[in-house]
């Protein structure tokens, strides 16, 4: 009875180590939200840099496997080089040892003072009102959940460690490959190998030895690290072809590097008593985590200068047999939900584009009424479809994104965005009205002069010049742009009015015909219409916090 109990409290223990890691993560994740999306912003640089960014944002999310699973997404929707996610996975592989670290402090005696980081973080999240303290306060309420977990798991391996039939089944597992498959079945299985190193961590501190000593334990190490690539396999199932290489650019490098350290070990076999045995001696936790962080590490050193070779393996197994289509990959992936700030980042991207087509189907319809030609109807309904279905697609995302747990910011920028998709679909809806006019003034003969039409283009260029500072708030947040964004709207409006008092004038002077009126006034309002919903879109995109900025700047 006392073994079954104490299998209850490691399976208890590591639900709280698993549930507080969850909460450390979201709220970290919460406090670093614009630093996560500026982080993958930054994927385009050098290979070194994607390796920090997968160190860094993987120690944020905890999880080298949602960090690759977001990878595999980015790829997917062709946002992101193989190249870059390469790069990025390697790094991932580093920030995954935190949890390592964070396991072997158990070591240490301050652990029962780390566990009473439980009550503070409750007692702040309690009493303080501002948001980022009471997400502070979650965050080491998580952290404190951990050490709790950690404390659990370690009292059960004790009572295990009292019992020599079980000390005996563990140490008598001593083939180097039945340790890795057994580190690489289980990873598989929890589909955490930070679970898995955590409960290896524990066993070691309790003093139960895995495989008879030696190297023994650094193999079932190196499976964990084969096992983990299961999440991003399962995620890129549905991918295409990139999307799958990424996944299996993963798995590459995750089984070379276990192959080439466990034939290491093979050959070095008293490998752990010159090195982290000797170097950490009496603290087997802190061996265990150290190995962790220099597998990673060295495998990470060894295949950085062999980036493009990895996606040039990944090309040639992985072919691309998919029918060519004008269907685009959308940026709204699934597997960003599970980093809500991730996920806006890509509304963004969508918006953009969203925009993009509502305001290229405008001009169009602006140049198809100067030029008094249906050239471009087609193209005009084709380009209104797909801005609906996108329309559509953003806003059933946002809900997704709204189900999960978010930082404050992220609440108004969800609540934001669905008014930036209002706004973008008006945009589109104007340019139908303006092709409707071309319409409508061909089969009436209407005519209109030069200077009308130089007019009318002239509107067009400022509201496209409108356009692209609108984008550089919105997704480069870039509101040193709103001096000229508000300038911009202010001359678009003076044009309006400029040119309804020119019109009225050659009406009077008879220079204009009373029949052509009716169309000309409604194509400048619903042009002047579209410039005064992208000056929404702008100003629904910055944070209270821009908007602070900018009437201090004022």
């Known amino acids: 009875m006392e073994y079954f ?45 994607g390796v920090g960014i997968g160190v860094v944002s ?42 390592g670290q964070i396991a072997a402090l158990q070591s240490f005696d301050f652990i029962a003072v780390a566990m009473a980081l439980t009550f503070v973080g409750v007692v702040m999240d309690m009493a303080f009102k501002k948001d980022r303290v009471k997400t502070a306060g979650l965050m080491l309420a998580g952290l404190g959940l951990v050490f709790m977990g950690l404390k659990f798991m ?34 598989a299985i929890v589909q ?53 290489r990424a996944a299996f650019i993963h798995l590459m490098f995750n ?51 062999f980036i493009k070779v990895f996606v040039k393996i990944s090309e040639k197994v992985i072919k691309d047999r998919s029918l060519p289509t004008v269907e685009r990959q959308t940026y709204l992936d699934e597997r960003f939900l599970v980093s809500p700030s991730l996920a806006l980042l890509q509304v963004t991207k969508e918006l953009e584009y969203m925009c993009g087509i509502a305001v290229g189907a405008l001009e169009k319809a602006t140049k198809g009424f100067v030029a008094q030609d249906l050239i471009y109807q087609d193209e005009i309904k084709k380009d209104n479809v797909i801005v609906a279905r996108i329309n559509l697609a953003i806003i059933d995302y946002l809900v ?22 209002a706004d ?23 005519q209109f002069s030069d200077e009308v039409k130089s007019e009318i283009l002239n509107m067009l260029e400022k509201i496209k010049t409108l356009y692209a500072d609108t984008m550089n708030v919105m997704c480069n947040r870039k509101n040193q742009n709103m001096p ?36 000309f006034i409604n194509l400048v309002c619903n042009l002047e219409r579209a410039s005064d919903h992208l000056y929404y879109v702008a100003n629904s995109a910055k944070t209270e916090k821009d908007k602070k900025n900018n009437e201090k700047n004022a």
């Open 154 to 187: 370690s009292a059960a391996m004790k009572i295990f460690r009292d019992s020599a039939a079980i000390v005996q089944a563990f140490s008598s597992i001593s083939n180097p490959v039945a340790l890795l498959l057994i580190g690489a079945l289980v990873t």
């Open 58 to 99: 993987t120690a944020i999310v905890q999880s080298s496997s949602a960090t690759t699973v977001m990878v595999v997404g980015f790829v997917n929707a062709g946002v992101m080089t193989l190249t870059q996610a390469t790069a990025i996975i390697m790094g991932a592989n580093i920030g995954t040892t935190v949890t």
């Open 5 to 49: 109990y104490a299998v209850m409290q490691l399976f208890a223990g590591l639900g709280g180590f698993l549930i507080g890691f969850k909460i450390l993560s979201e709220n970290t994740e919460k406090l670093a939200d614009n630093g996560l999306r500026n982080l993958f912003n930054r994927a385009n640089k050098n290979p070194l840099t």
């Open 484 to 519: 000229e964004i508000d300038k911009l709207e202010d001359e678009i409006d003076a044009l309006r009015k400029k040119l309804m008092e020119d019109h009225i004038a050659r009406l009077n002077e008879g220079k204009c015909k009373a029949e052509s009126s009716g169309v």
């Open 400 to 421: 997704e994104v709204s189900n999960r747990e978010l930082s404050l910011t992220d609440e108004t920028l969800v609540s934001r965005y669905h008014h930036v998709v």
């Open 192 to 244: 955490s190998s930070s679970a898995v190193t955590a409960i290896v961590i524990s066993m070691a501190g309790a003093g139960i030895i895995i495989g008879g000593g030696g190297n023994a334990v650094y193999y079932v190490i190196l499976g964990t690290n084969i096992g983990t690539c299961v999440t991003a396999l399962l995620s890129s199932v549905a991918a295409n072809a990139n999307g799958k």
């Open 255 to 305: 089984v070379f590097g276990s192959v080439i350290f466990f034939i290491l070990l093979l050959f070095w076999q008293n490998f752990a008593v010159v090195t982290f045995e000797k170097w950490f001696a009496g603290q087997p936790s802190i061996q265990i985590a150290m190995f962790h962080t220099f597998f990673n590490v060295a495998c990470t050193l060894i295949f950085v200068p």
């Open 424 to 446: 973008i679909m008006r945009i589109s809806e104007l340019a139908e009205n303006i092709a409707r006019y071309t319409v409508n003034s061909i089969k009436r003969n209407l």
